[in-house]
């Protein structure tokens, strides 16, 4: 079996938003509406503080309760672990959007574009009218993990089947592969540290690990 996940190191991030502009630059997404987010957060009194950058996504969760929700199958799991959405079937009920612990979901309603009511033209190149009315958020880029299903490369070692926001974080803070696979990657990197994934007491098995120190 495949189950592709993503860990990211505390330690190694740095707020620079760059995994942000490029999720928004690869998916196009409309103003006010960011797939991948990094939160700034303070902790600690003064004067023994701490700064912590901390990136959020869809977790593509083992257990969705987005899924659970859905009331025509349009989120659905697929078998290498990723979380999708159907827009086909979508009707825009929002109910995912309100299962979802991790304010991962948006819809927007409208075509919105950064300039006024038209496109500029990359934005013009790249709009999906298929994603208007409906749920939409992280997917892992899918359309590369398909790709490599295609042509045998393999995610989080080839940089064309991995994920944009992985590509290109400075500090190589983010790690993507295959859980199921004890040799990948991310598989070596969890076995070798401390990690957490969030909210896990809600049992939804999120697919993103956080690492905060070595074993």
Same mark, same amino acid.
């Not at 042509?151 to 992985?166: I, L, S």
């Not at 500090?171 to 070798?192: E, K, Q, T, W």
């Given at each position: *079996? ?82 999708? &959405? ?16 991790? +304010? ?23 709009? =999906?009218?298929?994603? &208007?009315?409906?749920? /939409?958020?992280? /997917? ?5 993990? =398909? ?6 490369? /393999? ?6 089947? /991995? ?10 803070? *983010? ?35 956080? &690492?905060?120190? +070595?074993?």
């Amino acid at each position: *079996m495949t189950r592709y996940a993503m860990s990211i190191d505390l330690r190694r991030c740095v707020g620079c938003q760059t995994c942000t502009a490029a999720c928004k630059t690869t998916n196009a997404t409309p103003p006010g509406v960011q797939w991948r987010r990094v939160l700034d957060l303070e902790t600690g009194e003064f004067p023994d503080v701490r700064r912590t950058f901390l990136p959020k996504a869809c977790m593509h969760c083992a257990e969705p309760p987005c899924e659970d929700v859905c009331p025509t199958g349009a989120t659905h799991k697929r078998p290498d672990g990723l979380v999708a &959405i159907d827009y086909d079937l979508c009707i825009g009920c929002a109910h995912c959007m309100m299962a979802c612990p991790y +304010d991962a979901r948006s819809i927007v309603h409208d075509a919105q574009f950064a300039y006024g009511d038209q496109p500029i033209a990359s934005e013009a190149a790249r709009f =999906d009218p298929a994603r &208007i009315g409906v749920a /939409t958020k992280c /997917t892992f880029c899918e359309d590369r993990i =398909d790709l490599a299903a295609a042509t045998g490369r /393999t995610p989080g070692v080839h940089p064309e089947v /991995t994920p944009a926001c992985v590509n290109s974080c400075i500090s190589n803070a *983010m790690v993507f592969g295959d859980l199921d696979d004890p040799d990948s990657n991310i598989s070596r990197l969890l076995a070798r540290t401390q990690h957490y994934r969030m909210h896990e007491e809600l049992g939804t098995q999120p697919g993103v690990h956080y &690492i905060w120190e +070595d074993a």
